[in-house]
C-alpha cells in the first residue's frame, strides 16, 4: 500500500500526503465522537456494556449455584439400567425363539 502511494505521489509530496491523511481521520473521529454525544447514542453504548457485563455475571453465578452433575448422573444410570434390562429380555428371547426353532425342526424330521 505504501509503495503504491509512493508511486502515485511521489517521494517528494508523500510526507505532506500522510499528514494531510492525518489530519482528516483525526477530524472524522472527532466527528463520529460529536454525533455519538449529540444523539445520545454515547450513553446507549455504555449503558449496553453495563447491562452486558450484568447479565455474564448473572449467568457466571448461575452457573455457580445450580450444579445439575448429581442429577445428571442419576439419570445416566438410570437409563443405562434399562437399556441393559431391554438387551437382557431380547437376548433372552432370541435364545428361546432359536430354541422353538430346533424344536419345531426336529419334530418336522420326524414325520
Known amino acids: 500500500m505504501l509503495l503504491i502511494a509512493f508511486l502515485v505521489v511521489g517521494p517528494k509530496d508523500l510526507p505532506r500526503v500522510a499528514r ?14 460529536e454525533v455519538k454525544k449529540e444523539t445520545g ?17 448473572t449467568i457466571r453465578d448461575i452457573k455457580k449455584d445450580v450444579d445439575i452433575t448429581p442429577e445428571l448422573k442419576g439419570a445416566s444410570a ?3 439400567q434399562s437399556v441393559n434390562s431391554v438387551r437382557d429380555e431380547l437376548q433372552q428371547a432370541g435364545k428361546d425363539i432359536r430354541e422353538e426353532t430346533k424344536e419345531i ?3 418336522a424330521m420326524k414325520s
Open 20 to 33: 494531510w491523511l492525518g489530519r482528516m481521520v483525526r477530524k472524522l473521529r472527532l466527528m463520529i465522537r
Open 41 to 57: 447514542w454515547d450513553d446507549l453504548e455504555k449503558e449496553y456494556r453495563s447491562t452486558r457485563a450484568d447479565v455474564n455475571q
Open 78 to 80: 438410570d437409563i443405562n
Open 105 to 107: 425342526e426336529k419334530e
